[in-house]
Nanobody, 120 residues
Framework: QVQLVESGGGLVQAGGSLRLSCVAS????????MGWFRQAPGKEREFVAT????????RYADSVKGRFTISRDDAKNTVYLKMNSLKPEETAVYYC?????????????WGQGTQVTVSS
């Protein structure tokens, strides 16, 4: 069982930056692929980024490539999402997810989310 707690959300102006964090409880964090997703009001949840075991692979949604960076610190059981050049349309609840497969098609464990609001 893995529990995930996100933090770092808030209000930022368009063009600004935020860094989200997600702390995982339980053992074997380093054996989990970690992902970030987001859900805007009235829209479906969408994939943002994922990072595999030992940070060997990362993948991003086309809409965030070059602006967002996912990273992990296995010693701290934490995954990060650094977001630069934020846009108002990226206002959403951002969720952290974990799964024991290398590059999961779906994720087993989810956090409660952290709100990111980008003002224009």
């Amino acid at each position: 069982q893995v529990q995930l707690v996100e933090s770092g959300g808030g209000l930022v102006q368009a063009g600004g930056s935020l860094r989200l964090s997600c702390v995982a409880s339980g053992r074997s964090f380093s054996s989990y692929a970690m992902g970030w997703f987001r859900q805007a009001p009235g829209k479906e949840r969408e994939f943002v980024a994922t990072i595999t075991w030992r940070s060997s692979n990362t993948r991003y949604a086309d809409s965030v490539k070059g602006r967002f960076t996912i990273s992990r610190d296995d010693a701290k059981n934490t995954v990060y999402l650094k977001m630069n050049s934020l846009k108002p349309e990226e206002t959403a609840v951002y969720y952290c997810a974990a799964d024991p497969t290398f590059m999961p098609a779906s994720y087993t464990y989810w956090g409660q989310g952290t709100q990111v609001t980008v003002s224009s």
